[in-house]
Nanobody, 125 residues
Framework: QVQLVESGGGLVQTGDSLRLSCAAT????????MAWFRQAPGEGRVFVAG????????HYADSVKGRFAISRDNAKNTVSLQMVNLKPEDTAAYFC??????????????????WGQGTQVTVSS
């Protein structure tokens, strides 16, 4: 199993940038596909971005393409989400997720068995 801890959330203004990080411990990090999801109040968890085990392939939700970038450092057991040009609609709790089956392109939250506790991102207008 893998344990995940997110950090980097905060309160920012429209147009600002923010970088989220997720630190993994436990199992061998490089054997897991990783992803970021987000959840706004009263809504379900929505896929944001996914990255393959090697980091060579990524997949994004249409709503964040061109603004968000997912990356990973297998030597440091971390996955990051760089967010630029943030909008109020990006406000949500952000969660990192891990999948030992390597399905980084799967957008259904039920596919992902391991989750962090989340970090809040609030974008003011």
């Amino acid at each position: 199993q893998v344990q995940l801890v997110e950090s980097g959330g905060g309160l920012v203004q429209t147009g600002d940038s923010l970088r989220l990080s997720c630190a993994a411990t436990g199992d061998t990090f490089s054997t897991y596909a990783m992803a970021w999801f987000r959840q706004a109040p009263g809504e379900g968890r929505v896929f944001v971005a996914g990255i393959s085990r090697s980091g060579g392939t990524t997949h994004y939700a249409d709503s964040v393409k061109g603004r968000f970038a997912i990356s990973r450092d297998n030597a440091k057991n971390t996955v990051s989400l760089q967010m630029v040009n943030l909008k109020p609609e990006d406000t949500a709790a952000y969660f990192c997720a891990a999948d030992p089956e390597g399905r980084f392109y799967y957008m259904a939250s039920s596919t992902w068995p391991y989750w962090g506790q989340g970090t809040q991102v609030t974008v003011s207008s």
